[in-house]
């Protein structure tokens, strides 16, 4: 499966089983998971496994007990520059989308298209599904 790394797969497991979420109290424990894991600069592969299907049940479980108020792109991106602190410049610039782009969305004049939607999921580490609207 993965070779020696697997033996991080397995530890993994072990602190968190994967299993379905069926409490708040499950769903917090989960969320602590996933917060350490995406708080890390780099994921093994096994790691980005473990991650990509502990997020896929975290997501079946708000999806099912947290109605959540979609919101459009300009607020999700305002939002997000306004939670991580950086300016619309550093954004687009970590992002590597052009700075006249996210001006123009910020100002409603234009969408984010499916690539700069991907760039700005990865920057500010969310799901592309923040910025559907």
Sequence with gaps: MYGKREDRYLELVRLFPLRPLRTD????????VVDSLID???????????LDVLS?????????????KLVGDV??????????????????KQ????????SEVLAGKRKLNRTQ???LARYFRVGTGAFAE
């Design 95 to 102: 992002a590597g989308i052009a700075e006249s782009t996210v």
């Design 117 to 119: 939607i991907g760039k």
């Design 25 to 32: 109290a499950d769903l917090d424990a989960a969320v602590a």
């Design 56 to 68: 896929d049940l975290v997501k079946g479980y708000e999806d099912e007990h947290i109605p959540i």
């Design 75 to 92: 607020a999700m991106l305002r939002l997000l520059i306004e939670a991580k602190g950086v300016t619309q410049a550093e954004a687009a």
């Design 40 to 50: 890390q600069d780099e994921l093994s592969a096994p790691e980005q496994d473990y």
